[in-house]
């Protein structure tokens, strides 16, 4: 089959022909229809100092797909080849505290596919049946794809009660497009996004949000005013991981004000902690889904309306995979999915 793997340890990826995988006892295999890039694929396509420090090669990469399964293993009963399924990147051990307390978000033994084992940039992708979920076909395909990040942004989102709250988002990927419009679907008042990137601003202009603007040159103080917001923020969600968008969202949260954390801030992020104490905030980090009552949110809210078809702007062959690494690299695009059923 074909697949996308790092095979060198510098910039790239190598698309190349590699045995299709063959599912064991507990597994299923999926013949992948479309994947898209994440942020991470282009962390271990440009060969950063995180993915030398985590990424054993040669390996396939990625881990956002839909597909339909071709094969079970032995064990399997109550999947079959022909169902559409999508799949949850995270392998958990199942034994420790919080697995078996239901609790597989929080597993310390979680292993990524894609990133500690072969991912779904390919024809081909074998996965525990525990990690599978069942996709509705009313949903489109370069929906379906995007499960794993519309995840990220709906436990992110979901995390708080935002019903008649303002939400400001620092960060507008596609993560924190999704999460603007989640709260909105939820029921938040006012929803204001904020990022440097006019192309982004623009993207999330056609999300319904309240106001997007460039904190370079718009002020949150101003913008508050404008809402006829009193106090701050009630709920902010900090998908940048920018270290100057961590600090304007503490210094406008509301007392009492909650904020979820999911963009990875560098190590040398100095934040106000006495804001935090004074202001009797309240933070929560944010990694991957909740297993899986998040993916039963997602599908329910896009069966309620929500949409989030605006954030997928790019559509290519695999064989392209350079031109969307490259768009992903230049900031000029929400989603970039890979079909790979294009010959
Ligand atoms: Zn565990």
């Not at 004000?257 to 006495?274: F, H, S, Y």
Request: proline share 5%.
């Amino acid at each position: 089959m074909k697949a996308l793997v790092k095979t060198k340890a510098q910039v790239g990826l190598e698309l190349k022909e590699v045995p299709i995988p063959e599912p064991g006892p507990d597994d299923v295999c999926i013949h992948i229809m479309k994947s898209s890039i994440c942020g991470t694929d282009l962390h271990i396509y440009d060969w950063d100092d995180w993915a030398s420090a985590n990424i054993n090669i040669p390996l396939t990469i990625g881990h956002e797909y839909v597909g339909i399964i071709d094969k079970v293993g032995s064990n399997v009963s109550d999947y079959s080849p022909g169902d559409l399924v999508s799949g949850e990147g995270h392998i958990v051990c199942g034994r420790c505290r919080n697995c078996l307390a239901g609790r597989r978000h929080l597993c310390n033994k979680t292993l990524g596919v894609g990133i500690d084992r072969p991912g779904a940039f390919a024809e081909y992708l074998a996965i525990p049946v525990d990690n599978v979920w069942n996709c509705d076909r009313k949903i489109p395909l370069e929906i379906l794809t995007c499960f794993d990040p519309l995840g990220n942004a709906t436990h992110a989102a979901l995390s708080f009660n935002v019903i008649g709250e303002d939400v400001l988002i620092t960060g507008a990927g596609p993560i924190g497009l999704m999460a603007a419009s989640i709260v909105r679907h939820a029921g938040a008042r006012h929803v204001v996004v904020t990022d440097p990137n006019p192309y982004r601003l623009a993207l999330a202009e056609k999300m319904d949000v309240t106001m997007a603007i460039n904190p370079l040159q718009q002020d949150l103080i101003e913008i508050m005013d404008y809402l006829d917001m009193k106090e701050g923020f009630d709920v902010g969600l900090e998908m940048s991981g920018n270290p100057k968008a961590l600090d304007s969202m503490l210094k406008h949260m509301s007392h009492g004000g909650k904020i979820a954390l999911l963009g990875l801030l560098p190590e040398t992020t100095v934040t106000d902690w006495n804001k935090v104490i004074f202001h009797g905030l309240t933070i929560k980090g944010i990694y991957g889904r909740e297993m899986f009552e998040t993916w039963y949110k997602m599908t329910t809210m896009l069966q309620s309306g929500l949409d989030i078809s605006q954030v997928v702007t790019h559509q290519i062959s695999y064989k392209d995979f350079t031109d969307g690494f490259e768009l992903m690299r230049s900031g000029q695009c929400g989603k970039v999915v890979l079909d790979w059923e294009q010959m």
